[in-house]
C-alpha cells in the first residue's frame, strides 16, 4: 500500500513537470510572437492613402503607426522589420513606370536593391475602377516588382473576382498582387474588403 502511493505521487510529479515544461515552452512562444515588428508605410497626395492606412493600423493591434515614406532617410529601416505593409496610390495613370505619381517612385530601384529575404511584405493600393479602369490600381503591381526583387516574400493576394474593372497591371493569374481599395466609386466597400484583410494578413504575416 505504502509502495503504490509512492509511485502515485511520483507519477503526478512527473505529470506536474510535464505541465510546467508545456506551459513554460507556451510562454516562450508567447514572448517571441510578440516581439515581431511590422511597420506600415504609405504615400500620398489627397490623403486618402494615409487615411486607410490609420484604419488598417487600428485593426492590428501588432503594428506600429503608419509613417509616410517620404520621411524614411535610411530605407535600411525596412529591413529591421519581420514584415512590412505599404500603401500606394495611382496617380501616374497608364505609365509603364513610376505609376504613382509619390514618393514612391523616386525609391523604387532602391528598394530592390535592399535585402529583404525572409521579411514579409504586404502591399494595398488606391485606384478609381471607374474612372480608370483599364488602369485599376497599376501601381501596386510595380511596388510589388521591386519588393519582391529585394527577396520579399509577399503576401495578403485578393481575389479579383470582387471586383468591376476592365484591366490591371496588379493582376497576377486570379489575384491582385495585394489589396486594391476604390475610394472614389466604392468607398460603401472599403470596411468590411480592410477588415477581411486585415484578418487575412494576421495569418500570413504576423
Known sequence: MYQKSILNRQ??????????????????FLILNCSMTVGIY???????????????????????????????????????????????????????????????????????????????????????????????????EELHRYFQQAGASMVGYTAKTDYTFDESKSVVGEEFCGLPLDEDSESDMTDERLSGWAEKLKGEMF
Open 11 to 28: 507519477e503526478n510529479l512527473k505529470k506536474t513537470k510535464f505541465t510546467l515544461n508545456v506551459q513554460s515552452c507556451f510562454k516562450i
Open 42 to 140: 504609405f504615400a500620398t497626395t489627397t490623403g486618402k492613402t494615409e487615411d486607410i492606412a490609420e484604419r488598417l493600423h487600428g485593426l492590428l493591434d501588432s503594428a506600429e503607426g503608419p509613417k509616410d515614406i517620404s520621411d524614411v532617410d535610411d530605407l535600411s529601416e525596412l529591413a529591421g522589420h519581420d514584415g512590412v505593409i505599404c500603401g500606394i496610390p495611382t496617380w501616374n495613370t497608364g505609365a509603364d513606370s513610376e505609376r504613382s505619381g509619390t514618393a514612391w517612385d523616386s525609391i523604387l530601384e532602391d528598394i530592390g536593391e535592399l535585402d529583404l529575404s525572409g521579411k514579409k511584405v504586404a502591399i494595398f493600393g488606391l485606384g478609381d475602377s471607374s474612372t480608370y479602369t483599364e488602369n485599376y490600381c497599376d501601381a501596386m
